[in-house]
């Protein structure tokens, strides 16, 4: 357990501190941020053809409104959050790239749901949008990475216990 804990906190540590640098940011997270702008309007046009992506802004034509995804919205640091618990913990390396990517899929498929309720809540009614940017979304995109990895570690086989002589 506390080498699970350990490897947790550096491999966070790490994952965070490469995420900061001039490299990572331009060619990982603006891009990354950018797509998920592009997937957010692709999935609104299904039934709002007057939205539109411009970098890393979702806007609505008809109403002018706009959410400008920023660090923090993007989902990257709740991504890196689960690559250091799925990588930290003892599994089979088979095993970690299968959690990996169903549970980056599943964190960043919650993570579209929460720019498109945003944007439209946003619309609707600014306090309301300024609550559940602040509170609810930043709490339920962490359960969800938790959850996944929880659901992840019960998929793991389980050790052999030794039987107790006697």
């Known amino acids: 357990m506390v080498r699970f804990f350990l490897g947790f906190l550096v491999l966070q540590a790490v994952l965070f501190g490469a995420e900061l640098t001039p490299w990572a940011q331009r060619w990982f ?9 592009a997937i957010s309007a692709d999935v609104v046009k ?14 609505s ?5 706009a959410v400008s995804i920023e660090a923090g919205c993007n989902g990257v640091e709740a991504t890196i959050v689960l690559i250091a618990a799925m990588l930290a913990f003892p599994a089979t390396w088979k095993r970690k790239l299968a959690g990996l ?3 980056i899929v599943a964190v960043q498929a919650l993570n579209v749901i929460r720019v498109i309720s945003l944007f439209y809540l946003g619309q609707w009614n600014q306090e309301a949008f300024e609550f559940a940017h602040q509170y609810v ?3 339920l995109i962490m359960l969800d990475v938790l959850i996944v990895w929880l ?12 039987p107790v002589p006697g």
């Open 101 to 103: 990517l169903i549970g």
């Open 61 to 65: 034509a008809k109403s002018g409104f």
């Open 137 to 139: 979304w930043q709490a």
């Open 46 to 59: 299904v039934f709002d053809p007057g939205v539109i992506a411009e970098g890393k802004v979702l806007q």
């Open 151 to 162: 659901l992840w570690v019960r998929t793991l086989p389980r050790a052999a216990i030794a």
């Open 29 to 37: 997270v603006l891009p990354w941020t950018d797509s998920l702008a």
